[in-house]
T-cell receptor, first 115, second 113 residues
Framework: GAGVSQTPSNKVTEKGKYVELRCDPI?????LYWYRQSLGQGPEFLIY????????DSGLPNDRFFAVRPEGSVSTLKIQRTERGDSAVYLC?????????????FGPGTRLTVT | DAKTTQPPSMDCAEGRAANLPCNHS???????VYWYRQIHSQGPQYIIH???NNETNEMASLIITEDRKSSTLILPHATLRDTAVYYC??????????????FGAGTRLAVHP
């Protein structure tokens, strides 16, 4: 079946611009996660949605970052006034539920480059 | 949060078993050990997880020591396609029960012919 998809696969933007990154989770998965991965490092947790609500946004680095999931399916990560330090691969993952035994399925990521 | 320690890199000959160690000496009694791997330019892929007992699935085996302070992921017959970064993760347990994964730097496994 279809896995987690993310668009665009690559995004190049200028410093100061606004960007939106989209995640389509696996159908029926209620839990959705965003992670950020800088070069040579492991993924870093950003935010978790259970349904439509952000249950944990403690990983968002500052108020320039915001994410929504209005209908409990597709999610959009929004970055305002982008900075060069925001350059990274942004990963989305989904799972059936939030509990211990539910593995997370990751998308291929969006590579964001801020010039 | 319990932290994990893994060697930065390992080599393995194709067809041989790859044994990837992980130390998690501060693990709590209700925290699981998860293993994910990340092949170049792809998102991480779930491999296996366990709490106390050893676990096996079609991809790998997970051996957890009796004191739960360390574990070993075993790929019984490594292939070139197993070349990846392997992450050992101790699940952070929140009251909401969700699965917030805290990734370290992982072990870069290189399988060679």
């Amino acid at each position: 079946g279809a896995g987690v998809s993310q668009t665009p696969s690559n995004k190049v933007t200028e410093k100061g611009k606004y960007v939106e990154l989209r995640c389509d989770p696996i159908s029926g998965h209620t839990a959705l996660y965003w992670y950020r991965q800088s070069l040579g490092q492991g993924p870093e947790f950003l935010i978790y949605f259970q349904g439509t609500g952000a249950a944990d946004d403690s990983g968002l680095p500052n108020d320039r970052f915001f994410a929504v999931r209005p209908e409990g399916s597709v999610s959009t990560l929004k970055i305002q006034r982008t900075e060069r330090g925001d350059s990274a691969v942004y990963l989305c993952a989904s799972s059936l539920g939030g509990g211990d035994s539910y593995e997370q399925y990751f998308g291929p990521g969006t590579r964001l480059t801020v010039t | 949060d319990a932290k994990t320690t893994q060697p930065p890199s390992m080599d393995c000959a194709e067809g041989r078993a790859a044994n990837l160690p992980c130390n998690h000496s501060t693990i709590s009694g209700n925290e699981y050990v998860y293993w994910y791997r990340q092949i170049h330019s792809q998102g991480p892929q779930y491999i296996i997880h366990g709490l106390k007992n050893n676990e096996t699935n079609e991809m790998a085996s997970l051996i957890i020591t009796e004191d739960r302070k360390s574990s070993t992921l075993i790929l019984p017959h490594a292939t070139l396609r197993d070349t990846a970064v392997y992450y050992c993760i101790v699940r952070v347990a929140f009251s909401g029960g969700y699965n917030k994964l805290i990734f370290g730097a992982g072990t870069r496994l290189a399988v060679h012919p």
